[in-house]
């Protein structure tokens, strides 16, 4: 066995020093020049992180993360309702609006008229009026998070 393996190594070594003797370049490869390539990155992750504080400024219209944090949903409960929403913690989109299952891609109120539970398509904007077909909303924690790995 050891002699096998002794035998083996050296093929497979040739083999892909054939390979790599007999590959062709698609393109060349670029001439990196080290200072001016790391001035270039250095600014280009700045801009970027420019960039990512003024779209998180702007995200909530100006309002801080931690502003959005402070806010939560209202409980919409009453006496027997048939259905009740519960959702584990407020999204930020959701806290920002005031809205339950409000943000880009929820797809919830278009979920919620096409299996016929509500009569008609209904918005974030009018999540209490579903109190008056029997259906309320809550959530497990009320402290609002970026994500649920944010919660203890």
């Known amino acids: 066995s050891a002699t ?5 190594q050296p093929k497979i070594s040739s083999f892909f020093n054939e390979v790599k003797n007999n590959v ?3 393109a060349p490869k670029p001439s990196i020049q080290s200072s001016n390539c790391t001035e270039t990155y250095s600014k280009q992750k700045k801009k970027r992180e420019d960039s990512k504080s003024k779209r998180q400024m702007n995200r909530f219209n100006g309002m801080s993360e931690e502003e959005i944090a402070k806010k939560g949903l209202p409980d919409y409960l009453k006496e027997n309702l048939d259905i009740v929403f519960i959702g584990i913690n407020p999204s930020m989109h959701a806290a920002w609006t005031g809205k339950y299952y409000d943000g880009p891609g929820n797809h919830f109120w278009q979920c919620l008229h096409l299996s016929g539970i ?3 398509n209904m918005t974030a ?4 009026k579903l109190l008056n077909y029997g259906i309320g909303f809550t959530n497990v924690v009320a402290r609002t998070t970026r994500g649920l790995s ?3």
Do not use: E, H, M, S
């Not at 096998?4 to 083996?8: A, E, F, H, R, V």
């Open 118 to 120: 509500v009569p008609d």
């Open 24 to 26: 062709q370049l698609i």
């Open 150 to 152: 944010d919660l203890t």
């Open 4 to 8: 096998q393996d002794n035998t083996i």
């Open 125 to 128: 904007a009018d999540d209490f």
